[in-house]
C-alpha cells in the first residue's frame, strides 16, 4: 500500500475523523468513529452492504505493536492504516484516556424492512431513550440476550455517538439495528411480523414473573424501552399487547433502563429456548 502517510494533528485526516464527533458531520458523511481494540476488532470482521465497515485506521506505535493482528486484519480488509503519534490519538479520541487505537467506519444500520423480512424472535425497541452510554448498554444486553434486531426509534439518541459505540462494547457490529423508525411504525411492522409487544414499565399492569408462569412469553416478542427519566409516554403504551413491569422483591425503588432491558430480554430469551414456555421453578 505504499509509504505510510505521515500523519500530524493538522492533517486533513484527522481533521476529518475529528468532525465525526458531531452528529451533523456524521450524518453527512455517513462515518463514524469506534474506539478501542474491542470495537476495532469488530470492525475490521464486518461488512456492511459488501463492503468493509473499516475505511481507516490510526495507531499509536505502541498500540499497533500490542495490537498487531488488529492492524494486520485491517491492512489486508483495504483499510488505510495511519501510524499516529499520542497527539494525534487525543484529537481522535473522545476518551479522556485514549487506549492508542481508532478506526473510521461507514454507517452500518440496516432498513427496518429487511428486519422485519427476517422474521424476527426477540427485537429491542428503544423509544424514547435520550442517554448514548444507556442506547449502547441495552444494545449490548439485546446481543448477549441473542436478540435478532434492535430498534431505535426517531426520538432515540444517535446510534453511532461515540457513547453509544464505547457502551456496546462491539455488540453494534454484531445484530441488525434500524435507526430512525417512528415509534408507530416500529410497533406496527412487528405486529404485522407477528411478534407481540411488551412493554416495559415500572408501573404496568402485568408483572414479568406473571408472565413467565403463564407460559406466554414463548413466542416472538419485542420490548419496548422507554425514556431513562419518564418512561413510555400513554400513547406508545397504548400500542403494545402488553405493558410489563420488573417485581421488586427487596426495597430498591427502581431498576435502571439498562438492567430492567437485561432482565426483559433474558427473560424472553429463556421463555423461547424451553420446550413448551417458560414456567416457574417454584410452581407445582
Known amino acids: 500500500m505504499g ?11 484527522v481533521t476529518a475523523a475529528k468532525r465525526l464527533a458531531k452528529r451533523s458531520f456524521r450524518g453527512k458523511e455517513r462515518r463514524f468513529i469506534a474506539e478501542g481494540p474491542q470495537a476495532v476488532r469488530e470492525a475490521v470482521e464486518h461488512r456492511s452492504d459488501g ?3 473499516l475505511i481507516e485506521l490510526f495507531a499509536t506505535a505502541e498500540a499497533a505493536e500490542r495490537y498487531d493482528d488488529i492492524v494486520s486484519a485491517a491492512r489486508a480488509a483495504g483499510a488505510r492504516v495511519h ?22 467506519c461507514r454507517f452500518l444500520d440496516s432498513p427496518f424492512e429487511d428486519i422485519l423480512a427476517a422474521k424476527p424472535r426477540l427485537v429491542a425497541v428503544l423509544a424514547h431513550v435520550r442517554d448514548p452510554g444507556n442506547a449502547g448498554t441495552v444494545l449490548r444486553c439485546a446481543d448477549a440476550a ?28 454484531h445484530l441488525p439495528v434500524a435507526v430512525g423508525v417512528p ?3 416500529a410497533v406496527s411492522g412487528l405486529k404485522g411480523a ?5 412493554a416495559a414499565d415500572g408501573a404496568g399492569d402485568d408483572d414479568l ?21 419518564w418512561g413510555l409516554p400513554e400513547e406508545t403504551r397504548a400500542l403494545a399487547d402488553a405493558v410489563v413491569r420488573v417485581p421488586i422483591h427487596g426495597k430498591a425503588e427502581s431498576l435502571n433502563l439498562a438492567t430492567a432491558a437485561a432482565v426483559c430480554l433474558y427473560a424472553s430469551a429463556r421463555a423461547q429456548r424451553a420446550s413448551g414456555g417458560c414456567r416457574s421453578v417454584t410452581s407445582s
Open 3 to 13: 509509504t505510510p502517510e505521515l500523519i500530524s494533528p493538522r492533517s486533513p485526516r
Open 51 to 53: 463492503e468493509p465497515t
Open 83 to 104: 501510524p499516529a503519534p499520542d497527539e494525534v490519538l487525543a484529537e481522535v479520541s473522545q476518551t479522556v484516556t485514549p487506549q492508542g487505537i481508532v478506526g473510521v
Open 146 to 173: 441473542g436478540a435478532d434486531a434492535v430498534v431505535l426509534t426517531d426520538a432515540s439518541v444517535d446510534l453511532y455517538n461515540p457513547k453509544s459505540v464505547r457502551a456496546s462494547v462491539g455488540s453494534l457490529f
Open 183 to 185: 415509534v408507530e411504525q
Open 194 to 198: 407477528g411478534v407481540r409487544i411488551l
Open 209 to 229: 414473573d406473571d408472565e413467565l408462569d403463564a407460559g406466554t412469553m414463548g413466542g416472538p416478542s419485542a420490548w419496548v424501552f422507554g425514556n431513562e427519566a
